[in-house]
C-alpha cells in the first residue's frame, strides 16, 4: 500500500493510515506528540531504475534494511522546488549499522553504498562499530556531532552550531565519487535529522516538507521530537537561509553545487 501526497492529503493519509495500521505504527504518532497533519509513510521499494543504478521514481519515506534496522530509509521522493524531488537510491538516512545479518549484508551491499558518514562520538564508535560487510565496503568518514542526551531545541542547534562536523559531512556530499551516501548517528534521529534537515534545505525542500521527513521517524517507532527540529529550522533562516549557514561553516559553492545535481531528481 502506498501513502501518495500527490493524490491525497496528509490528514487523509494519516486516517487511512490509521485505519489500515500501516506498518504497524500510526498510533505511535499521538504518543510522541507529534502534529498528525504533515504523516506519510511508504514502504516499498523504489519503482523505475536508471541506467546510471539509480532510480528515476520512489516514494517519500522508503524503507531499507526492513529486517535490520527500524529507521533506515531513502530520502529519495521528498518534494522539492519546482515540482522536482530529491534523487532517489542516492542519499541514505538511519541507524548505526552494527549488527548486520548475513541477508543484511546482502540487502546493503545491493543498496550500492560508497560511502558511510558516522555522527556519532569516538566514544560511541568503540562498542560497537560498523559491521565487518560495511566496513569492507564503504569508505566510512567520522564527523561527530554532540550526543543531544535531552532532545531538546538547545541539544538539537548545538548539533547544528558544530560546524566543523557538518562542513566534514557536507565535504563528503561534495565529492561526486562518494554517491550513494549512506548518513547515521545511533537512532537515526537526533543528529542525523539534523543533517539530514540541512541537506534537505540545500536541495530546496520546503520547511514543511523538511519537518514532514523528520517525523517519519515516529512511524518507525523510535519517536520524534519535532519542535527541537523547529529550532533548528529556525536557527538557519534566522542566519539568513541555508547556504548562508554552509558558508559560515567553511562549505564551498563547488560542493553545494555537488550535492545538488546528484541530490536532485526529475
Known amino acids: 500500500m502506498l501513502f501518495k501526497r500527490s493524490s491525497m492529503s496528509p490528514r487523509a493519509v494519516l486516517a ?8 504497524g ?16 509513510v511508504d514502504t516499498s521499494p523504489a519503482d523505475k531504475v536508471s541506467d546510471d543504478g539509480g532510480s528515476s521514481t520512489c516514494e517519500p519515506g522508503r524503507r531499507i534494511l526492513l529486517e535490520e534496522s527500524p529507521n533506515a530509509r531513502d530520502l529519495g521522493g521528498t518534494p522539492l522546488a519546482g515540482s522536482s524531488v530529491a534523487a532517489c537510491n542516492t542519499l541514505y538516512r538511519g541507524t548505526a549499522l552494527t549488527s ?7 540487502e546493503f551491499a545491493q543498496l550500492g553504498i560508497r560511502t558511510v558518514i558516522d555522527l556519532r ?16 565496503a564503504t569508505r566510512i568518514v567520522q564527523a561527530p556531532l554532540p550526543i543531544p542526551y535531552s532532545v531538546s531545541p538547545q541539544d538539537y542547534v548545538a548539533d547544528l552550531r558544530a560546524t566543523a562536523s557538518m562542513a566534514q559531512a557536507f565535504r563528503v556530499l561534495g565529492d561526486p565519487t562518494a554517491y550513494p551516501v549512506y548518513f547515521h548517528c545511533v537512532y537515526g534521529r537526533d543528529r542525523t535529522g539534523v543533517l539530514a534537515a540541512a541537506i534537505l534545505l540545500t536541495l530546496g525542500a520546503s520547511r514543511e ?33 541555508v547556504e548562508a549557514y ?11 553545487a555537488v550535492l545538488r545535481a546528484r541530490g536532485v531528481g526529475a
Do not use: F
Open 121 to 136: 562520538t569516538s566514544g560511541e564508535r568503540a562498542t560497537p562499530s560498523e559491521a565487518a560487510c560495511v566496513v569492507e
Open 100 to 106: 548486520l545479518s548475513t541477508q543484511g549484508c546482502t
Open 209 to 241: 516538507e523538511v519537518m514532514a521527513e523528520y517525523r517519519l521517524s515516529a512511524l518507525a517507532g523510535v519517536g520524534a521530537y519535532p519542535a527541537s527540529l523547529a529550532a533548528v529550522l529556525d536557527e538557519i533562516e534566522s542566519l539568513g537561509g
Open 246 to 256: 554552509l558558508h559560515s561553516a567553511g562549505v564551498t559553492d563547488k560542493e553545494i
Open 16 to 23: 487511512l493510515a490509521w485505519t489500515l495500521g500501516a506498518c
Open 25 to 40: 505504527r500510526a498510533p505511535m504518532l499521538a504518543s510522541a506528540g507529534l502534529n498528525n497533519d504533515d504523516a506519510s
